[in-house]
């Protein structure tokens, strides 16, 4: 098997303080959090810009400092989120793909998304697709569901994606693909040739999943976008949640990614800088 690649989805769009103390919301804290991350084994963050008080935001402003402070302390894979909140426009959520991250999220279909809607029609999916490959950005494809796979391979065969991809399959969300070992192999397998996958289990889902991902070759996302939880009811650390996948990964002999080893399994070329 590759090497396996973890993901820390640091802070997202909607979890506040007032449910996980350790959520960073400030380019510093991010910062901060991606040295521990990287530290405990990570290879790859997954991030959400924050306004100081916690509203999200897409401004390019407030993504160029994340970039800044997290590339000038650790050689971590940096990657956007265009999902951005639910309600924002397309231009916002495109917003930070013009500073050519290394990759950025691109979610292939609507979901419903607990009480609300996020909305992804396919011309909105095309256009960030066009818009990450003039720029250079390698995306992850993003999906709530398995039609969301057929979504990114109907733009590969208008060329306007180009295979080999990389998935990250979204799993426990209410209103998406429930988060079971018999899905996570349809989704796994449902994939051509060549293709990676890591999968993102929310909730009490993250961990169960991620030991299966871990042992049928797959890539694990974690952290406090998907699961503010370490145990019932004892707040997580994003940390703590990398750390665990670690030993887990250990245990099961699987071994752990650099951030140089993930941009060679995802064809990202090697940092310079």
């Given at each position: 098997m590759e090497k396996l690649i973890i993901t820390?989805?640091?802070?997202?769009?909607?979890?506040?303080?007032?449910k996980n103390p350790h959520i960073p919301y400030t380019a510093e804290e991010l910062a901060e959090d991606a040295v521990r991350c990287r530290q405990a084994g990570a290879a790859m963050v997954h991030v959400h810009g924050r306004?100081?008080?916690?509203?999200?935001?897409?401004?390019?402003?407030?993504?160029?400092?994340i970039l800044s402070a997290i590339r000038s302390r650790t050689d971590l894979i940096v990657q956007v989120?265009?999902?951005?909140?639910?309600g924002m426009s397309a231009e916002e959520r495109l917003a930070p793909v013009t500073l050519r991250p290394e990759m950025a999220s691109l979610t292939t279909g609507t979901v419903n998304f607990g009480d609300d809607v996020f909305s992804n029609p396919p011309g909105m999916i095309e256009q960030f697709a066009r818009t990450m490959r003039d720029h250079g950005v390698v995306p992850e494809i993003?999906?709530?569901d398995v039609g969301h796979i057929d979504n990114a391979l109907a733009l590969v065969k208008r060329e306007v994606l180009t295979l080999p991809l990389h998935f990250?399959?979204?799993?426990?969300?209410?209103?998406?693909?429930?988060?079971?070992?018999?899905?996570?192999?349809?989704?796994?397998?449902?994939?051509?040739?060549?293709?990676?996958?890591s999968v993102a289990g929310i909730g009490r889902a993250q961990l169960p999943m991620a030991a299966a991902a871990?042992?049928?070759?797959?890539?694990?996302?974690?952290?406090l976008e998907d699961n503010i939880y370490y145990t019932r009811g004892v707040p997580a650390t994003n940390a703590m949640l990398v750390e665990r996948i670690v030993r887990l990964a250990n245990e099961l002999g699987r071994e752990v990614a650099t951030?140089?080893?993930a941009r060679r399994i995802l064809r990202i070329p090697q940092r310079t800088s």
């Amino acid at each position: 098997m590759e090497k396996l690649i973890i993901t820390v989805a640091l802070n997202g769009a909607e979890v506040t303080r007032a449910k996980n103390p350790h959520i960073p919301y400030t380019a510093e804290e991010l910062a901060e959090d991606a040295v521990r991350c990287r530290q405990a084994g990570a290879a790859m963050v997954h991030v959400h810009g924050r306004l100081p008080d916690g509203t999200p935001t897409q401004d390019a402003g407030v993504y160029a400092d994340i970039l800044s402070a997290i590339r000038s302390r650790t050689d971590l894979i940096v990657q956007v989120s265009t999902g951005g909140a639910v309600g924002m426009s397309a231009e916002e959520r495109l917003a930070p793909v013009t500073l050519r991250p290394e990759m950025a999220s691109l979610t292939t279909g609507t979901v419903n998304f607990g009480d609300d809607v996020f909305s992804n029609p396919p011309g909105m999916i095309e256009q960030f697709a066009r818009t990450m490959r003039d720029h250079g950005v390698v995306p992850e494809i993003e999906c709530f569901d398995v039609g969301h796979i057929d979504n990114a391979l109907a733009l590969v065969k208008r060329e306007v994606l180009t295979l080999p991809l990389h998935f990250d399959f979204v799993m426990g969300v209410p209103g998406g693909i429930a988060p079971t070992v018999r899905n996570l192999l349809h989704m796994s397998e449902s994939l051509p040739p060549g293709c990676t996958w890591s999968v993102a289990g929310i909730g009490r889902a993250q961990l169960p999943m991620a030991a299966a991902a871990i042992v049928m070759g797959g890539h694990v996302r974690v952290g406090l976008e998907d699961n503010i939880y370490y145990t019932r009811g004892v707040p997580a650390t994003n940390a703590m949640l990398v750390e665990r996948i670690v030993r887990l990964a250990n245990e099961l002999g699987r071994e752990v990614a650099t951030p140089d080893d993930a941009r060679r399994i995802l064809r990202i070329p090697q940092r310079t800088s």
